[in-house]
T-cell receptor, first 113, second 115 residues
């Protein structure tokens, strides 16, 4: 089982739609979770952290389910500018060769007019 | 402004040549990372460094080398031993490797093409 898995998409949605992405992780000792956004041919940028109680930032809602080991990102009222690839990132504090930060392959979102 | 500067942004290399990608940060971060990204793929860790004069191999270190002589600088050399070096290379930094902070900052990337 891969350490961090995401549906690659693409998710093609109309403007104004609600879209949800899921990410699963295999290391139950993982401590911190994040969603990053990456525009085409650009560097990833932090979108939001994911807290156990769930958190919201405007149209974006992130949730964590530790029992099932998955993270979700919900985008409401999609805008054209939301078109990007969304990367799930998991941070563990118990060694490993990856320096404790593991990236999913990303889910591509395309919002159409 | 604080940040990470990568150079060059675009680089073309002939087969058999070594090239060095520069990464400089003025964020006073302890940890620095090099990732490689191929089209449609996630980021794969090449090397990381937690402190000056120390670095660790990531998952795909073969054909690459790094140095960390200064806190601010973490250059990556792509050697001729790297069989498929064409990729997008991202440098990142983090305050401390076990800080749990969400402040992972990336440079703008270097796109290497082997001709």
């Amino acid at each position: 089982r891969k350490e961090v898995e995401q549906d690659p998409g693409p998710f093609n949605v109309p403007e104004g739609a609600t879209v949800a992405f899921n990410c699963t992780y295999s290391n139950s000792a993982s401590q911190s979770f994040f969603w990053y956004r990456q525009d085409c041919r650009k560097e990833p940028k932090l979108l939001m952290s994911v807290y156990s109680s769930g958190n919201e930032d405007g149209r974006f809602t992130a949730q964590l389910n530790r029992a099932s080991q998955y993270i979700s990102l919900l985008i409401r009222d999609s805008k054209l500018s939301d078109s990007a690839t969304y990367l799930c990132v998991v941070e563990s504090h118990y060694g490993g060769s990856q320096g404790n930060l593991i990236f999913g392959k990303g889910t591509k979102l395309s919002v159409k007019p | 402004d604080g940040g990470i500067t990568q150079s060059p942004k675009y680089l073309f290399r002939k087969e058999g040549q070594n090239v060095t990608l520069s990464c400089e940060q003025n964020l006073n971060h302890d940890a620095m990372y090099w990732y490689r990204q191929d089209p449609g793929q996630g980021l794969r860790l090449i090397y990381y460094s937690q402190i000056v004069n120390d670095f660790q191999k990531g998952d795909i270190a073969e054909g690459y080398s790094v140095s960390r002589e200064k806190k601010e600088s973490f250059p990556l050399t792509v050697t001729s031993a790297q069989k498929n070096p064409t990729a997008f290379y991202l440098c990142a930094s983090h305050p401390q490797i076990h800080s749990g902070a969400n402040v992972l900052t990336f440079g703008a990337g270097s796109r290497l093409t082997v001709l």
